[in-house]
């Protein structure tokens, strides 16, 4: 018997990344910054239920993102991926 999940994909982070990015991240490819997977970041999973959402890798569990909304501030911490690419 598997554990429930309780994470969404990272898709559902659309919505709060785009009020800083102009593209569409979640179709850009990242890499692990532990693991070296690369993989697109909607396939992410998404933990929103911390003080603000926290994106894992899909491979090893490995803490992407965090993005925190602090009064009319937004705090994006981006060190868990070595890079992402975006498609211009
Ligand atoms: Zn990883």
């Known amino acids: 018997m598997s554990a429930p ?3 969404l994909d990272g898709n559902a982070a659309a919505g709060e990344l785009s009020r800083i990015f102009a593209m569409d991240v979640t179709t850009a490819e990242g ?3 532990h693991c070296g997977a690369i993989k697109r970041f909607a396939e ?3 933990y929103m239920h911390a003080p603000g959402a926290v994106a894992r890798c899909a491979a090893c569990e490995h803490v992407l993102l965090r ?3 602090a009064r009319q501030r937004v705090f994006l911490d981006a060190r868990g991926m070595t890079f992402l690419r975006l498609d211009i």
Request: hydrophobic share 50%.
């Open 67 to 69: 993005l925190v909304n």
């Open 5 to 7: 999940m309780n994470y």
């Open 44 to 46: 992410a999973h998404l």
């Open 31 to 33: 890499q692990c910054a």
